[in-house]
């Protein structure tokens, strides 16, 4: 069977933003619950954020489908801020960029290989905003590698916790979603 965790982020804040991303995830829900094979969902949300959007982006997709018996996991990022994959041995960013061909391309897809134990952190750009001044991950990553539990809920609560600290009630909306392969 497939896990799939999702997270959206909406434009701007409060509950504009809150709008956007809610019906963002329930037209996810809505056209895999359908059916809808995930690479072909994520490009029909996409196209209709584009059209609703009149091609400003109304919200982020961030989706990992994980394959719960061979580890094979999906990443899909359209707008979203990076993930992270961290084990007992390292902390890997999983980040979308231009594609090998030299295309100036944007890649929206991304397969990892999970095994027991491997947590999947995704956060929305307001986590990042908080661990840095000009966007790099460096603080953040180290962070999340620095992090000694194996309970997903207190990972994402320790992110959160600390992303609020440092940001000072100065925040973008925050959200943490944190996954724990057995």
């Known amino acids: 069977g497939l896990h799939i965790s999702a997270i959206s982020d909406g434009?701007?804040?409060?509950?504009?933003?809150?709008?956007?991303?809610?019906?963002?995830?329930?037209?996810?829900?809505?056209?895999?619950?359908?059916?809808?094979?995930?690479?072909?969902?994520?490009?029909?949300?996409?196209?209709?954020?584009?059209?609703?959007?009149?091609?400003?982006?109304l919200a982020t997709i961030d989706l990992c489908s994980?394959?719960?018996?061979?580890?094979?996991?999906?990443f899909y990022k359209y707008g979203a801020s990076l993930s992270f994959v961290k084990n007992r041995y390292c902390t890997?960013?999983?980040?979308?960029?231009?594609?090998?061909?030299?295309?100036?391309?944007?890649?929206?897809?991304?397969?990892?290989?999970?095994?027991?134990?491997?947590?999947?952190?995704?956060?929305?750009?307001?986590?990042?905003e908080a661990f840095t001044v000009s966007g790099e991950s460096a603080e953040l990553h180290k962070y999340i590698e620095g992090l000694d539990t194996i309970n997903a809920q207190l990972m994402a609560e320790g992110i959160i916790d600390e992303a609020k600290k440092r940001s000072q009630g100065k925040h973008d909306d925050m959200t943490v979603l944190v996954t724990k392969l057995w």
């Open 11 to 57: 434009t701007g804040s409060g509950k504009q933003a809150d709008k956007y991303s809610r019906t963002t995830i329930q037209i996810l829900e809505n056209l895999l619950d359908d059916g809808i094979e995930i690479g072909m969902a994520i490009r029909l949300l996409n196209l209709y954020l584009n059209v609703r959007g009149e091609n400003e982006r």
């Open 66 to 74: 994980i394959d719960l018996s061979t580890g094979a996991a999906s």
């Open 92 to 128: 890997e960013e999983i980040t979308m960029g231009n594609n090998d061909t030299g295309s100036a391309r944007q890649l929206h897809y991304k397969p990892v290989t999970l095994a027991g134990g491997d947590f999947v952190i995704m956060i929305s750009d307001g986590i990042l």
